[in-house]
């Protein structure tokens, strides 16, 4: 199936009027997952969980993973919701202004209009940064207002080679005394990719933004089963990170799983294999 045909985006406008891409695949009413006993909805009827896609930094929700998840979670029956960062793939702006709250709001804003009652977060790279900082937002809100129960939406995260507070740890402080001087003078670095011919920008605006969400130093409880998924031959995000943020999570169902011979993408066939495994059990808790 081609889901660059089968599945056409959808436009949701943001309060500024950009207009970012989603796809959402309704769940069905057959498949081996549908079949399956559904979760009580917070007292408003029964409702399966479905799945939210947050993919990476520079990073489509048509990309090898998010397809195979969709087309995964038509064969189970399940829903699915995958959608594009401003300045990403089929949404709107310039990928030179995202920053970290822009993208957040924007996962926020999915959560709550397209994404269909009890969700399942699965982020991968930056991604699941955006899947923590969600839920970090969704946990101070529901300390300081009886009103706000989106929290209670999320039954389980499924992260993958979590990039959590990329923009310090992995950019600004790995980066040589010149590029940073580099970045404060003009306000871009073009930084080399190993994924692409073209260097991509980093702005100064992403990196003093991203100071507004680092987690690191902090501990909160998800509220949640998390499952954390990263490969040991990781050379853009360093697995020992994914062991400090178990430390990170106040929570005792947090589970870390370490692919020998997994790189970033984990995305061959057997890592999906492991993938949809690693969501079936969340799903069927």
Known sequence: MNSNTDHPPTKLAMPDGRRISYIRLAPQAQGPKA????????????????????GG???????GKADALHEWCAAQGLGFTRFDYSGHGASEGRFEDGTISRWLEETETIFREV??????????????????????????RL??????????????????????????????????????????????????????????????????????????????DPGCPVRILHGLKDADVPWQGSVTLMELLEADDVRLTLIKDGEHRLSRDKDLRLLERTIGELWER
């Not at 994404?115 to 101070?140: F, K, N, T």
């Open 35 to 54: 079949q399956m006993p559904t979760t009580q909805d917070n007292g408003e009827g029964t409702a399966r969980p479905e799945l939210m896609w947050m």
């Open 57 to 63: 930094f520079r990073s489509e929700m048509r990309g």
């Open 115 to 140: 994404a269909r009652g009890p969700q399942i977060l699965v982020g991968s790279s930056m991604g699941a940064w955006l899947a923590l900082l969600l839920m970090h937002r969704l946990v101070g």
């Open 143 to 220: 300390a300081g207002s009886n009103e706000d129960d989106a929290l209670s939406r999320i039954k389980g995260a499924v992260l993958i080679a979590p990039a959590w507070d990329m923009t310090e740890r992995l950019m600004w402080e790995p980066a040589p005394d010149d590029i940073r001087e580099e970045l404060m003078e003009t306000g871009v670095w073009h930084r080399p990719s190993a994924y692409d011919d073209q260097p991509y920008p980093i702005t100064r605006a992403l990196i003093e933004d991203g100071r507004k969400h680092l987690i690191g130093g902090t501990t909160f």
